[in-house]
């Protein structure tokens, strides 16, 4: 089964800065590709909304309330998304939790497309 884990969160003052770090591995799987990855967060008292994302070649896209304070990269050899926040505001406080698009084998060796989600890291600014 293919698992996301994502790591970094935790709490950090206004102004300060936070590395997110997003793995995927197939488990007792085989992934063959990862493709689209992205970013979403779900603050308190609102709805999960999408922060930014990355297709394979890196063509990023950024939610309008991020941009100019966060950069989304991935290292496609190790499967990984990275989410870089900086000049963090009270505001970016919620869950922030990885997507993956991904190509899994199936018990006879054929690739299957699904979406994947992690568990979600924990993000804290405080004033």
């Known amino acids: 089964q293919v698992q996301l884990v994502e790591s970094g969160g935790g709490l950090a003052q206004a102004g300060g800065s936070l590395r997110l770090s997003c793995v995927v591995s197939?488990?007792?799987?085989?992934?063959?590709?990862?493709?689209?990855m992205a970013w979403y967060r779900q603050c308190p008292g609102k709805q999960r909304e999408l922060v930014a994302s990355?297709?394979?070649?890196?063509?990023?896209t950024y939610a309008d309330f991020v941009k100019g304070r966060f950069t989304i990269s991935r290292d496609n050899a190790r499967n990984t998304v990275y989410l870089q926040m900086n000049s963090l505001r009270p505001e970016d406080t919620g869950v922030y939790s990885c997507?993956?698009?991904?190509?899994?084998?199936?018990?006879?060796?054929?690739?299957?497309?699904?979406?994947?989600w992690g568990q979600g890291t924990q993000v804290t600014v405080s004033s």
């Open positions: 997507n993956a698009n991904a190509d899994v084998s199936t018990l006879y060796g054929v690739s299957v497309r699904n979406d994947y």
């Open positions: 990355i297709t394979y070649r890196s063509v990023t």
């Open positions: 197939g488990g007792s799987g085989r992934i063959f590709s990862v493709n689209a």
